[in-house]
């Protein structure tokens, strides 16, 4: 994993537990020229307060490149919007030709977006974090520790019952 993609999952994973998340890599493995960047992820649980400060910030930076955050389906994609326009979407299935035409024919272009997300990473690491969230309808802190986190999971999960046994434990993350 690249040192750009450890430092985006920490940046995105202050806004909330995340599921899964890609990052191409900033160079082709092979021939070495730059790539687009496009930035995917999902959050174990999504909540309006997660996405709003993301937009807002990402939306209020000026970039090099002008930038989509799209959340239309449960991963969530931050791509340069040259690309959607090209490709007519993310559905097209010209979205994997443009990336490859653009990765190959416009340097440029990827330079200059690669410098644009070190910047939204960047601005993205400021942006307060809500004081409290609403999770499954009770108020908790935003961001524990992760020792907090775990306390409080294990709290919840076994209320109520004796200590569980080792393999209860393992079973019930």
């Known amino acids: 994993m ?30 070495k020229y730059p790539q687009v960047p496009y930035m995917g992820w999902r959050y174990t649980s999504t909540q309006e307060d997660t996405a709003h400060p993301i937009e807002e910030a990402v939306g209020a930076l000026s970039t090099k490149v002008e930038w989509t955050l799209d959340r239309t389906r449960k991963n969530w994609l931050l791509v340069p919007t040259r690309i959607l326009q090209e490709a007519h979407g993310l559905d097209s299935p010209a979205f994997a030709d443009v990336v490859h035409s653009v990765n190959t024919q416009d340097h440029e272009f ?8 070190d910047i939204i990473l960047q601005r993205l690491e400021q942006v307060p974090i809500p004081k409290a969230r609403v999770e499954s309808g009770a108020i908790t802190e935003a961001e524990p520790t992760e020792v907090e986190a775990e306390h409080r999971g294990l709290e919840r999960r076994h209320a109520g019952r004796e200590r569980p046994s080792r393999a209860q434990d393992m079973w019930d993350d």
């Open 2 to 31: 690249s040192t750009r993609s450890a430092r985006a999952m920490q940046v995105l994973s202050r806004f909330g537990e995340l599921a899964w998340f890609s990052l191409p890599s900033e160079k082709h493995p092979v021939y």
């Open 110 to 117: 990827c330079f200059r977006a690669l410098s644009d997300l």
